[in-house]
T-cell receptor, first 113, second 112 residues
Framework: QQQVKQSPQSLIVQKGGISIINCAYE??????FPWYQQFPGKGPALLIA?????SEKKEGRFTISFNKSAKQFSLHIMDSQPGDSATYFC????????????FGTGTLLAVQP | EAQVTQNPRYLITVTGKKLTVTCSQN?????MSWYRQDPGLGLRQIYY???????DKGDVPEGYKVSRKEKRNFPLILESPSPNQTSLYFC???????????FGDGTRLSIL
């Protein structure tokens, strides 16, 4: 119930293409869905986040699509660039006093020039 | 510069030798957490703290201890490390609910 399932495990995209990473959750109490980006040797950094009261959020080339009924959300990277090559983690948060996040298992994205 | 600082960045040690990984943040955040990152498992929360002297277990707390005596510091203690604690560890801090978690650059621990 606390798991967040992320796919694919790895992804290779050509420069200029669209990268799509998917996540699914079971616990309907989750009410915060961030995506984190991690470069080698660095800690994860928040990329974009969404609350369940909206179905889509866009920031530049990055878009989160959220389907509450299906309990799924996805990250779309438009016009993918080599500099986007990183590991991406989805997460789900419960809010409340714990500020707890449950992370997916990560997707290693490689954007080929 | 706003940051979360972890030390050491790398450590190789032996089974049973107590070690401490320090974490300090300069953003006056109330929330701090420790995670471990393992291949195929993502990031799993070890312990978290909601304020000074307030800590609680995360999903994988066995074999770890923490303390929060000051708001800025949240050390992770392995009293008797074992090889299954070999991992990449991250400290994070946050202003509160629905706010970004700011991560340190990680500590890679190898326990032989």
């Amino acid at each position: 119930q606390q798991q967040v399932k992320q796919s694919p495990q790895s992804l290779i995209v050509q420069k200029g293409g669209i990268s799509i990473i998917n996540c699914a959750y079971e616990n309907t109490a989750f009410d915060y869905f961030p995506w984190y980006q991690q470069f080698p040797g660095k800690g994860p950094a928040l990329l974009i986040a969404i609350r369940p009261d909206v179905s889509e959020k866009k920031e530049g080339r990055f878009t989160i699509s959220f389907n509450k009924s299906a309990k799924q959300f996805s990250l779309h990277i438009m016009d993918s660039q080599p500099g986007d090559s990183a590991t991406y983690f989805c997460a789900a948060g419960l809010g409340g006093a714990t500020n707890k996040l449950i992370f997916g298992t990560g997707t290693l994205l490689a954007v080929q020039p | 510069e706003a940051q979360v600082t972890q030390n050491p960045r790398y450590l190789i040690t032996v089974t049973g030798k107590k070690l401490t990984v320090t974490c300090s943040q300069n953003m006056n955040h109330e929330y701090m957490s420790w995670y471990r990152q393992d291949p195929g498992l993502g990031l799993r929360q070890i312990y978290y703290s909601m304020n000074v002297e307030v800590t609680d277990k995360g999903d994988v707390p066995e074999g770890y201890k923490v303390s929060r005596k000051e708001k800025r510091n949240f050390p992770l203690i392995l009293e008797s490390p074992s090889p299954n604690q070999t991992s990449l560890y991250f400290c994070a801090s946050s202003l509160g609910n629905y706010q970004p978690q700011h991560f340190g650059d990680g500590t890679r621990l190898s326990i032989l």
